[in-house]
């Protein structure tokens, strides 16, 4: 019987690390595997380029790399604040500040899938969402993913409300992906309505 991995732990053979200026082109090419119209090398240079604050790699995002012993960089990850948040009255965008963050992209490259590369940038970037006192992350997923989310904790569904300060926002998307959401604070709740 084999030990299981504590969450969180690193598996060997990379680590994950903040994405740096010189990964611009690995981190853009592996970002376009799961979004392929996320970023272009203009915003990706511009988005490696800004300073870290805090827990978050590049204020506002997190911005994180698996690499190789080798220095290949075998995966990438992309966080932000989710666009929705400036859809709302300045004082619920103001409580959500710093509360909410959205996975926009989680991939490894093909040749080194299956090696837990996704699952170990997932948790790291909870890891620093969870320190720099965000109380919710969130992702939009492939239905099929839905088990590999599960297992990291996350609830996902085809729409989901969120009660904030002021309003209650739903949460969806308009194609076929699902909402994902996790709790990183005790105080933040999921609730079946």
């Given at each position: 019987m084999s030990k299981k991995r504590p969450a969180g732990a690193s598996r060997p053979g990379f680590r994950i690390r903040p994405a740096e200026r010189n990964d611009a082109s690995d981190f853009a090419r592996l970002i376009h595997l799961a979004a392929p119209d996320e970023l272009t090398p203009a915003t990706t240079a511009y988005l490696l380029g800004l300073p870290a604050q805090g827990y978050l790699t590049h204020s506002p995002c997190v911005c994180l790399t698996a690499e190789l012993p080798d220095g290949t960089v075998a995966g990438a990850l992309l966080a932000q604040p989710p666009a929705w948040m400036h859809e709302f009255a300045a004082a619920d965008a103001e409580a959500l500040t710093g509360r909410v963050g959205l996975i926009v992209a989680v991939a490894a490259d093909p040749a080194f899938r299956r090696q837990g590369i996704g699952s170990a940038?997932?948790?790291?970037?909870?890891?620093?969402?969870?320190?720099?006192?965000?109380?919710?992350?969130?992702?939009?997923?492939?239905?099929a993913l839905d088990g590999f989310y599960q297992e990291l904790g996350f609830s996902s569904g085809p729409a989901l409300m969120a009660n904030l300060p002021h309003s209650l926002l739903l949460l969806g998307k308009e194609d076929h992906l699902l909402t994902g959401l996790k709790p990183l604070d005790p105080q933040v709740r999921l609730v079946d309505v």
């Amino acid at each position: 019987m084999s030990k299981k991995r504590p969450a969180g732990a690193s598996r060997p053979g990379f680590r994950i690390r903040p994405a740096e200026r010189n990964d611009a082109s690995d981190f853009a090419r592996l970002i376009h595997l799961a979004a392929p119209d996320e970023l272009t090398p203009a915003t990706t240079a511009y988005l490696l380029g800004l300073p870290a604050q805090g827990y978050l790699t590049h204020s506002p995002c997190v911005c994180l790399t698996a690499e190789l012993p080798d220095g290949t960089v075998a995966g990438a990850l992309l966080a932000q604040p989710p666009a929705w948040m400036h859809e709302f009255a300045a004082a619920d965008a103001e409580a959500l500040t710093g509360r909410v963050g959205l996975i926009v992209a989680v991939a490894a490259d093909p040749a080194f899938r299956r090696q837990g590369i996704g699952s170990a940038l997932i948790r790291a970037a909870e890891r620093r969402y969870r320190r720099a006192g965000f109380g919710l992350v969130m992702l939009y997923h492939e239905p099929a993913l839905d088990g590999f989310y599960q297992e990291l904790g996350f609830s996902s569904g085809p729409a989901l409300m969120a009660n904030l300060p002021h309003s209650l926002l739903l949460l969806g998307k308009e194609d076929h992906l699902l909402t994902g959401l996790k709790p990183l604070d005790p105080q933040v709740r999921l609730v079946d309505v």
